[in-house]
């Protein structure tokens, strides 16, 4: 008989053994936690990037809806009716389904199909169609055509987390074996308020009331109401619903362009001053070529700046209004304006944020004032403000 302690080397062979076994085994868990660990991580990513995708994607085809809409009002608004019901849209889709592709990060592969239906479906990722703000619901294929939805999501390639065989492995053991989020988002334009001046309700001739807008000779508005001239040709300043304070004044509101708001029926804040420094300002923000740049009107020969088109809103004006005092005021309709030339003389306006613009001298000379040559009005309780386009698409879902 062999005795035990005559055979080390057996025993140390045994124990290697299992050693590398149990190596071999812990090595396995440990890629399979650390793929689980990337895998969790790219599903969280990945949901943000395809939720911020979808909208960036919907604003960029609503901004191009938006901006068919307003082509066609400058060039021949006989034919509007067949831009806002066009229910293809085809250049818009184009553009929201370019805007996802351009995307793609290492990641997560992100794409939306196109098939200029107004369903979503396999084959199908993008829809236009009507944004009713008062119900605040969306008819794909509804018309006028003001809004758009897209939805996006992952590639194949990327439903494998870029690893393949593994991938796919990975994902049946934690449950989600295709990845199946599939965000969308809806862009609208709905019509708001986006100047910081109002007019008065006498500015609204009856034949100029949307969808009809009206070329008018150039007008030249007044803030005085002693002047003796007519109520038509009266504005007054408004802040909208933000209350200038002292820590961000009335310029400051003013140049630091200030999102459009929803105002119909609703109090704003204005302010009756003869002083032209406010006036100053907003001459600035118009011939500053990045500001609102999307609603300037250039002429394609020349770049010479035709207009800036702005939705102001209309309220009842009196001459009781005290000078240099912020007052609440009603608003009873929206007025689509084209302005087409503000000249003041004195300090350029918006100094503080060193984007300071002055109106050409050309197209000045010695006026001096702020001039409309197109207008169209709607009253807030009118069932075509459904139909009023707005100027700046914004996010609804």
Avoid at 174 to 202: E, K, L, M
Avoid at 236 to 262: G, K, N, V, W
Avoid at 266 to 271: D, E, L, M, N, V
Avoid at 360 to 371: A, E, F, R
């Amino acid at each position: 008989m062999v005795d035990d302690r005559e055979r080390p080397e057996a025993d140390d062979d045994e124990e290697t053994g299992m050693d590398t076994t149990y190596v071999g085994i812990m090595t396995v868990v440990f890629l399979v936690v650390a793929a689980l660990a990337v895998d969790i991580g790219y599903m969280y990513v990945s949901e943000e990037d395809l939720k911020g995708t979808a909208e960036t994607s919907a604003l960029a085809g609503a901004q191009a809806i938006k901006q068919r809409i307003q082509t066609q009002i400058q060039t021949d608004i006989t034919k509007l009716n067949d831009v806002v019901s066009d229910v293809e849209q085809s250049s818009a889709r184009n553009v929201a389904v370019e805007s996802v592709r351009g995307k793609h990060t290492a990641i997560a592969l992100i794409d939306t199909l196109n098939s200029n239906s107004n369903k979503l479906t396999a084959d199908n990722d993008v829809t236009v169609g009507f944004w009713n703000m008062s119900t605040q619901t969306y008819t794909p294929g509804g018309t006028p055509v003001n809004a758009m939805q897209v939805r996006t999501r992952r590639t194949a390639e990327s439903e494998t987390i870029g690893m393949g065989t593994l991938g796919n492995f990975i994902a049946k053991i934690s449950g989600d074996q295709n990845f199946n989020y599939t965000p969308d988002a809806i862009a609208a334009f709905p019509a708001r308020a986006s100047a910081n001046i109002a007019v008065c309700v006498d500015a609204c001739d009856r034949g100029c009331t949307y969808p009809d807008i009206c070329s008018i000779p150039e007008r030249k508005m007044t803030r005085d109401p002693r002047n003796g001239g007519s109520a038509a040709n009266r504005y007054t300043y408004t802040s909208l619903r933000y209350q200038p304070t002292a820590s961000t004044t009335f310029s400051d509101l003013i140049c630091m362009d200030m999102p459009p708001q929803e105002v119909c029926g609703k109090q704003i804040f204005t302010i009756q001053s003869l002083s032209n420094d406010t006036l100053r300002d907003i001459e600035s923000m118009m011939y500053n070529p990045n500001a609102d740049k999307t609603n300037k009107e250039y002429d394609k020969a020349t770049g010479r700046l035709l207009g800036w088109w702005v939705i102001a809103p209309v309220i009842r004006c009196t001459s009781a209004q005290q000078e240099n005092v912020s007052e609440r005021q009603t608003v009873t309709g929206y007025a689509l304006i084209r302005i087409s030339r503000i000249c003041v003389e004195g300090t350029t306006g918006c100094s503080q944020n060193n984007t300071a613009f002055d109106a050409p001298v050309s197209q000045c000379g010695n006026d001096n004032g702020l001039y409309i040559d197109r207008i169209s009005c709607l009253d807030c309780g009118s069932q075509d403000m459904l139909r009023f386009p707005g100027l700046h698409p914004v996010l609804v879902k």
